[in-house]
C-alpha cells in the first residue's frame, strides 16, 4: 500500500443521502425489514404500520426529472448536470432516451467541450 500523504486534499465526498420514506404516509420513521428476492430494500413503517418495499429507481419525482431534462435541452453536458444535480449522467441518459422529445436541439459536430 502507498500512502499518499502530500498536501491534504479537501474533497467534498458527495455522498448519494438516500432519505427513505414510507409510501403510504410518507413518514421518515421506519425501520429497514430484510430485501425482497430481487433485492429490493423492504421497510416496516412504525407510523402507519406499512409493510412495503421501497423503489430505488423512483429517487426522483418527475418534476425534477423535467427540470433535469430541460436543463439538457438548454445544451447543459451531461457531466454538468452530474455535478449540478447530483444524478448519475446514465441515469439521465435513460431518462432522455425514455422522452423522445427531450433531445437536445441539434449539436454542431465538432464544438463545443474541451478536448
Ligand atoms: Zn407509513
Keep these: 500500500m502507498i500512502k499518499l ?5 479537501r474533497r467534498e465526498m458527495i455522498k448519494e443521502i438516500k432519505i427513505q ?9 421506519i425501520v429497514k425489514n430484510g430485501t425482497t428476492q430481487k433485492g429490493k430494500q423492504k421497510f416496516h413503517c412504525k407510523d402507519c404500520g406499512a409493510y412495503a418495499t421501497i423503489e430505488p429507481s423512483e429517487r426522483y419525482s ?8 430541460r436543463v439538457y435541452q438548454e445544451r447543459a453536458s451531461l457531466r454538468g448536470i452530474e455535478r449540478v444535480f447530483g444524478v448519475a449522467r446514465q441515469t439521465v441518459a435513460a ?9 437536445p436541439l441539434e449539436r454542431l459536430p465538432g464544438g463545443g467541450g474541451a478536448r
Design 62 to 69: 418527475e418534476g425534477q426529472q423535467e427540470l433535469i431534462l
Design 21 to 29: 420514506h414510507c409510501t403510504k404516509c410518507g413518514s421518515t420513521n
Design 5 to 9: 500523504s502530500l498536501t491534504p486534499v
Design 95 to 103: 431518462w432522455i432516451k425514455k422522452s423522445p422529445g427531450a433531445a
